[in-house]
Structures are given as C-alpha cells and as structure tokens.
C-alpha cells in the first residue's frame, strides 16, 4: 500500500534545507574536489618562483649520478644514460609551496618513482628516505609517499631540459606534498629504517608535508 507520507514540512526542514543550499559552514578551502583544487591558505600564481638555500649547483648531465643506497635490496648508482633507459613517464600535476604559492598544470617528464623502486627493491624496513641534493639540502619522506602513482624524478618541464633554478639536469617532485619535499639537483636517495628531519624539518616544519591538511610545521 502506497500510503507514504514525507515528514511534515517544518520550519526545521527548510532551515535545515536552506543551509544545504547555501553550504552553510563549509569553507570551500578544505577539501579537495574537481571544484576545488586550491589547499586551504594557498594563492595561484603564474610565473614559477625560484627557491632554494642561495646556491644553485651547476650539473651537467655528464656528472650527475643518482646514488640509491640504504635499506634495499638493489643499491645502484645511475648515471644520465642508465636514467634515461628506464621507463620515461609524464604527468601533469600543481606545486603547492609552503609560502603559500600554488602553481597549476606543470607538464613533467621523467622516471615515475614507482619505476625506480622496482629497480632497487626497497626492504620491508625501509619506512622513510632522505633525499639530498648537490648543495648539500636534505629533507624527508615516507617510502608511502614517495611511492605515490603522481611522484616523478623530472628531467624535463613543459617539453623542455629543467632548468637549474629548478633544479635541473634532475629533481623530484611529489605532487601531493608541499613543494619543499621535492628535492632539486637530486643527488641520493637513502632508504631508512626510522624517520630522521632533513634540513627544513629540523628547522620548524613537518615531517610529511600534506597541503590539504596543511601540516606546515611540525
Ligand atoms: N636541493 C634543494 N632542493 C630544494 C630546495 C633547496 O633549497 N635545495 N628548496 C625546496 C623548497 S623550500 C622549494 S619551495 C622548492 C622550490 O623549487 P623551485 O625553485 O623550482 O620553485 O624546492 C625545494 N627543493
Ligand atoms: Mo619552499
């Protein structure tokens, strides 16, 4: 028998109702969504800062080598052209940087991180990793962070050579943490048994890094 009733209309239910349409409480900052791709506290901007400690090490793609060491089962060392015969990969992703810059769509090319992994063969103790660059920065990760689909060691940018103010001939980017984790003129990869603050997490700032629950300082 079809003798449903709707609940009565009460000034409760259109409050409530009206609420609903007007999202009443939600910030529209917080959460990301197809709408929203913005982490709470960030400004677009168009142009792509340069940040680093002042020194800006000239690598040429003859001397850079890439030293994978620590907790794996494979550690290797990768010269430019052991890089460039693995798998190359692009992807588009945003920079979130923790001064509160956000940049869009930057096209990068290079070696998907999850390809590197399948090289060396990370040991189940291996939770974090140190990453370092050629003048002298460190900073930390979770393997589970730096295993994510989108994280990517680029070469290139917007189809051509990453520049060194950004870190070329190599650097890392994870896009899903802030901008400081990913790690210019990557020169080593250290797989660690226990988490350890690189350069600016000794300083003040988070051992992870996620935007979106934005966990800037520690
Ligand atoms: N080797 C190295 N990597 C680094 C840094 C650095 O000083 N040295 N700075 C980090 C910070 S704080 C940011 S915001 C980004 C800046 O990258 P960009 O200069 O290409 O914008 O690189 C990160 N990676
Ligand atoms: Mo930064």
């Known amino acids: 028998m079809s003798d449903e009733k709707l609940p009565p209309e ?3 239910t259109r409050t409530k109702r009206a609420w609903a349409d007007k999202r009443k409480f939600i910030t529209g900052t917080a959460a990301r969504s197809e709408e929203n791709r913005l982490p709470p506290g960030q400004h677009v901007v168009r142009d792509w ?12 793609r003859e001397r850079w080598k890439l ?6 089962d494979r550690p290797a060392t990768l010269d430019w052209a ?4 693995l798998p190359q990969t692009q992807a588009r992703s945003d920079i979130h940087c923790v001064t509160s810059w956000s940049r869009y769509d930057n096209d990068w ?4 991180t999850r390809d590197l992994l399948d090289l060396v063969g990370p040991r189940d103790e291996a939770g974090h990793l140190m990453l370092h660059g050629y003048d002298g920065y460190t900073t930390n990760v979770p393997l589970a962070d730096f295993a994510a689909p989108e994280a990517i060691l680029v070469h ?3 189809g051509k050579p990453l520049t060194r103010e950004h870190g070329g001939p190599v650097r890392l980017v994870i896009p899903h943490l802030y901008f400081w984790k990913s790690a210019k003129w990557i020169g080593g990869i250290d797989f660690l048994g226990a988490d350890k603050p690189g350069f600016w997490e000794v300083n003040g700032y988070h051992m992870r890094g996620d935007p979106w629950a934005e966990e800037r300082y520690s």
């Open 10 to 12: 009460t000034k409760l």
């Open 109 to 112: 090319t290079g070696v998907a």
């Open 82 to 85: 052991a890089f460039m015969a």
């Open 67 to 72: 030293k994978i060491a620590g907790m794996v």
């Open 156 to 158: 290139s940018w917007q």
């Open 49 to 60: 800062p340069v940040l680093d400690l002042g020194k800006q090490p000239d690598i040429s």
